[in-house]
């Protein structure tokens, strides 16, 4: 998440892709048997600025005792 969060102030976009096919990477980046990777992250310029999301009060999301 950090490196999401390092390339918003950076004014890049990112996405998180767990779902990849994990021997093609092995062999595109000539990666030892011994590691796996679990996540991609790409990271670009978006064609759109993203917009200030509408969060809810935390009295609408968690009931108080």
């Known amino acids: ?3 999401c969060l390092a390339a918003t102030e950076c004014g890049l ?5 767990c779902n ?3 021997q093609l990477c092995h062999s595109l980046f000539s990666m030892p048997s011994s590691q796996e990777p679990a996540v ?3 990271l670009g310029y978006t064609t759109t600025q993203p917009t200030e ?6 009295g609408e999301i968690v009931e108080y005792l």
């Open 20 to 22: 990849f096919d994990t």
């Open 13 to 17: 976009g990112s996405c998180w892709v």
């Open 53 to 58: 999301k509408k969060r809810k009060e935390l």
């Open 40 to 42: 991609l992250i790409p």
């Open 1 to 3: 998440e950090h490196i």
